[in-house]
C-alpha cells in the first residue's frame, strides 16, 4: 500500500505564501504522475496542479502564474509553492498519485489512486 502525507499548510495573509510538501511511503512506488487538488468549504474538490514523471506540468487557470508544482522523483516528493495568496485560495489541500498511465484527464480525480489525508491553507483578508 502507498501512503502520501502532505505538509505546510497553515495560516497566512492576502499576498502571502506558502509551501506545501507530499511525501509518499509504504511499497515501491514510482508514480506516473502527482498532483494537487483542493476543497474549499461547501465546494467540490478541484485540481489545482499535476505533474507527470517526465516532467509535463499542467495548471488550473486560477492558479496559473501564482502556484508552481515540483517533483522529487529520487524522494519520492512533490511540492507546491504557493504565491501571491488570495482568501479565494483558502481550502484542504490533498496530494493525490497514480503510477499507472491512464486516458482520464490530469484533472480527473478518478484518474488518481493514491490520497494524503488533507492539510488545510487559510488565508486572511
Known amino acids: 500500500q502507498v501512503q502520501l502525507v502532505e505538509s505546510g499548510g497553515g495560516l497566512v495573509q492576502t499576498g502571502g505564501s506558502l509551501r506545501l510538501s507530499c511525501a509518499a511511503s509504504?511499497?515501491?512506488?514510482?508514480?506516473?504522475?502527482r498532483a494537487w487538488f483542493r476543497q474549499a468549504p461547501g465546494k467540490e474538490r478541484e485540481f489545482v496542479a499535476a505533474?507527470?514523471?517526465?516532467?509535463?506540468?499542467y495548471y488550473s487557470d486560477s492558479v496559473k502564474g501564482r502556484f508552481t508544482i515540483s517533483g522529487d522523483n529520487a524522494k519520492n516528493t512533490v511540492s507546491l509553492q504557493m504565491n501571491s495568496l488570495t482568501p479565494d485560495d483558502t481550502a484542504v489541500y490533498y496530494c493525490?498519485?497514480?503510477?499507472?498511465?491512464?486516458?482520464?484527464?490530469?484533472?480527473?480525480?478518478?484518474?488518481?489512486?493514491?490520497w494524503g489525508q488533507g492539510t488545510q491553507v487559510t488565508v486572511s483578508s
Open positions: 509504504g511499497r515501491t512506488f514510482s508514480p506516473y504522475v
Open positions: 505533474i507527470r514523471s517526465g516532467g509535463s506540468i
Open positions: 493525490a498519485a497514480d503510477d499507472r498511465p491512464s486516458s482520464r484527464s490530469y484533472s480527473s480525480l478518478q484518474r488518481y489512486a493514491y
